[in-house]
């Protein structure tokens, strides 16, 4: 049998690992690093698309960073295939909305969407941690609380996002809402040790692979509930 260009493509994807009711990793880029915000109202709009598309699932929303050319979420999908229709969502709205008000036609993204979940532990404060230092590694911000467009002015400082929910790692970091804040915003701003960098590398590997962010215990037991998508 011979098959087509198109479908020697699709059988050479990588299947996706999606655990329910465990955190994952995505990470959205533009199409051959072009940016996907040009202004506030941008922003704004993707925020918008992405609150309805949360809503119609169970999902739960913990981190975000919007940053030029790419978006990283923290999404914990209560169904296998919630994070799939939050993308597509996306894909249908917010891509629509961006083709509309730029006269441009054909995707937004760059391929598929990176995806990795997160054990719940000290590797899910990290990698929300990894998410919103993205504008400071990126030098367009010397603090994270200075970039309006991520999940650290929730989590930090207590400003309002429906967007988001908090996660069960950062509710243990204090018994009243002030001192999670307080905890969290001085963890973040704080020096990395040599393990920090070393999860941070751990984030940064496994999620370019599409495999889990955890440590060696995590990986042995998420094995049996693993599920795989091809999307």
């Not at 299947?15 to 465990?22: E, F, T």
């Not at 939050?86 to 961006?98: D, E, P």
């Not at 988001?164 to 701003?189: F, H, N, Q």
Request: overall charge positive; charged content about 30%; proline content about 4%.
């Amino acid at each position: 049998m011979t098959l087509t260009p198109k479908e020697r493509q699709k059988m050479a994807r990588r299947q996706r690992i999606i655990i329910s009711n465990y955190p994952h990793h995505i990470i959205l880029r533009g199409n051959n690093k072009t940016f996907i915000f040009h202004s506030d109202t941008d922003r704004r709009t993707f925020i918008r698309c992405l609150l309805q598309a949360k809503l119609k699932t169970n999902s739960k929303i913990y981190a975000y960073c919007l940053m030029p050319n790419h978006v990283h979420l923290l999404i914990e999908p209560a169904e296998k295939n919630e994070i799939s229709l939050i993308i597509q969502s996306l894909g249908r709205k917010y891509v629509q909305y961006f083709n509309r008000r730029y006269k441009r036609t054909g995707t937004l993204w760059e391929g598929r969407y990176k995806s990795s979940p997160v054990s719940k532990d000290k590797y899910l404060l990290a990698c929300s941690r990894y998410i919103e230092l993205n504008p400071v590694r990126a030098e367009i911000v010397s603090e994270p609380g200075e970039y309006q467009w991520s999940s650290f002015g929730f989590r930090a400082e207590g400003k309002p996002d429906e967007l988001l929910d908090e996660d069960d790692v950062y509710s243990k970091l204090g018994a009243t809402p002030e001192e999670r804040r307080l905890a969290y915003k001085r963890w973040v701003e704080g020096v990395l040790t040599n393990e920090d960098w070393a999860i941070i590398r751990h984030i940064r590997e496994s999620t370019q692979r599409g495999t889990l962010i955890g440590n060696h215990d995590f990986q042995e037991k998420i094995v049996k509930s693993m599920y795989y998508v091809k999307t």
